[in-house]
């Protein structure tokens, strides 16, 4: 299984909801991102979790709550969003600092988010 | 100041020509290159990977060079088809392999 799955593909929710978005990997990867990706822009760095550790947060609003209850799982919890956080959010993995190979990114196919 | 270019901005082709897409890295210490296709809407997908020691890979239709001593990657599309119409995004790892930054990316309209 070389594949990081996303759920769900689209999700529409109004400024007042809690949702989340979810991401599995079973690549045996010890590094897990959230990117944000507007049109036409590359992707954002939003979090990095390393061992399942919060290494890296990329100074992102509060209304965005990551979690990583095991080495599989990565979910970003969503709450009180802003229409300009419409965007597609991507899950990726890696091997992880200290991982024997190359240290690459495997994406998912991303969540499209709109925010009313 | 870590940094990835990639050139042309967009690019139009007819399907069936071949075209080239460049990038060029300014990051250090250098670990990989990675060139991902991105679909609209959809997650980028890797096509080639290229480490330090390498100058050509190819993946299909997809050829990828690497000169790392002038810190520049291209990737060569043969006969293109109107599925390769998409976002191709270059992603170099530095710092043993704890940091990515991602170039631009080039838009590919491959026309009938």
């Known amino acids: 299984d070389t594949e990081v799955t996303q759920t769900p593909k689209h999700l529409v929710m109004g400024m007042t909801n809690k949702k989340s978005l979810k991401c599995e990997q079973h690549m045996g990867h010890r590094a897990m991102y959230w990117y944000k990706q507007k049109a036409k822009k590359p992707p954002e760095l939003m979090f990095v979790y390393s061992y399942e550790k919060l290494s890296i947060n990329e100074s992102v609003p509060s209304r965005f709550s990551p979690e990583c209850p095991n080495s599989s799982l990565l979910n970003l919890h969503l709450h009180a969003l802003q229409p300009e956080d419409s965007a597609l959010y991507l899950c990726?993995?890696?091997?992880?600092?200290?991982?024997?190979?190359?240290?690459?990114?495997?994406f998912g196919a991303g969540s499209r988010l709109t925010v009313l | 100041k870590n940094q990835v270019e990639q050139s042309p901005q967009s690019l139009i082709i007819l399907e069936g020509k071949n075209c080239t897409l460049q990038c060029n890295y300014t990051v250090s210490p250098f670990s990989n290159l990675r060139w991902y296709k991105q679909d609209t809407g959809r997650g980028p997908v890797s096509l080639t990977i290229?480490?330090?020691?390498?100058n050509t890979k190819s993946n299909g239709r997809y050829t990828a060079t690497l000169d790392a001593d002038t810190k520049q990657s291209s990737l060569h599309i043969t006969a293109s088809q109107l599925s390769d119409s998409a976002s191709y995004i270059c992603v170099v790892t530095y710092n043993y392999g704890q940091n990515f930054v991602f170039g631009p990316g080039t838009r590919l309209s491959v026309l009938p």
């Open positions: 290229m480490t330090f020691s390498e």
């Open positions: 990726a993995s890696s091997r992880g600092q200290g991982a024997p190979g190359a240290n690459v990114l495997t």
